[in-house]
């Protein structure tokens, strides 16, 4: 059974930076994407970053959050990492790791099989 759990969330001042955290127990050997996606009050889920989980890894970033956002993989210790960095008002919403085992599409949250509970980022200006 595999499990996603964030962690790292809280509020921070406009300008500020936080880094999320979300251990995966049970991590599949068929494991393609992880990602980080949030969602804001009264708004549709959106795909944040991905990192490609195989061999030669890649990442993705929204054009919302490019060169302020870094993920990363620690496959030894089963960890996705979101450093948040510069960040806006508008980056507050909850934060959701996601994990797929087979979608190639890195931003189609429909392609991912297991979600974690999800981690609040509050941006105060």
């Known amino acids: 059974q595999v499990r996603l759990a964030e962690s790292g969330g809280g509020s921070v001042q406009a300008g500020g930076s936080l880094r999320l955290s979300c251990g995966a127990s049970g991590f599949p050997e068929s494991t393609t994407l992880m990602a980080w996606f949030r969602q804001a009050p009264g708004k549709d889920r959106e795909a944040v970053a991905a990192?490609?989980?195989?061999?030669?890894?890649?990442?993705r970033y929204s054009d919302s959050v490019d060169d302020r956002f870094v993920i990363s993989l620690d496959k030894g210790r089963n960890r996705l990492y979101l450093h948040l960095d510069k960040l806006k008002s508008e980056d507050t919403a909850m934060y959701y790791c996601?994990?797929?085992?087979?979608?190639?599409?890195?931003?189609?949250?429909?392609?991912?099989?297991?979600w974690g509970q999800g981690t609040q980022v509050t941006v105060e200006v």
């Open positions: 990192i490609w989980a195989r061999s030669t890894p890649w990442t």
């Open positions: 996601a994990l797929s085992t087979y979608g190639l599409v890195w931003d189609d949250r429909t392609k991912y099989d297991y």
